[in-house]
Nanobody, 125 residues
C-alpha cells in the first residue's frame, strides 16, 4: 500500500507542471486526497484537496485560479495541474490520503494519516 508523487522539476516563472499522485494496493474511491507543500524553513501548507467520491475540490488562496486538482478513477491517480508558476511556489509537494471528508478540515496536514514521499518543484529563472 503506497502513494507516489511524480512530475516535479525545475521550471521558469510562468511555466506549468503537472504532478501525479498514484495509489497502489488500495482504491482512492472512498478517500479525500490532499496536496501539500513545504518550503525550506516553513511549515507544511495545504495547497488543495479533492474528495474522490464527488470530485469536489478546494484550494488555498495563493493558488486559486492557477492550480487545478483532478482525478482519474480508472488510473487510481490524482493530479495537480500547476500553471503560471511563481518562485514562491518552490517547495517539496506531497500528496496525502484521509478518510475524513469534511471540507473545513481538508487543508490541514494533521487531517491526513498516509503520505507520499514528495516531489521537488523549483521555480527559478
Amino acid at each position: 500500500v503506497q502513494i507516489v508523487e511524480s512530475g516535479g522539476g525545475l521550471v521558469q516563472p510562468g511555466s506549468s507542471l503537472r504532478l501525479s499522485c498514484v495509489a497502489s494496493g488500495f482504491r482512492l474511491d472512498y478517500y479525500a486526497i490532499g496536496w501539500f507543500r513545504q518550503a525550506p524553513g516553513k511549515e507544511r501548507e495545504g495547497v488543495s484537496y479533492i474528495i474522490i467520491s464527488d470530485g469536489s475540490t478546494n484550494y488555498t488562496d495563493s493558488v486559486k485560479g492557477r492550480f487545478t486538482t483532478s482525478r482519474d478513477n480508472a488510473k487510481n491517480t490524482v493530479y495537480l495541474q500547476m500553471n503560471s508558476l511563481k518562485p514562491e511556489d518552490t517547495a517539496v509537494y506531497y500528496c496525502a490520503v484521509t478518510f475524513i471528508r469534511l471540507h473545513q478540515l481538508l487543508l490541514r496536514p494533521n487531517t491526513y494519516n498516509f503520505w507520499g514521499q514528495g516531489t521537488q518543484v523549483t521555480v527559478a529563472s
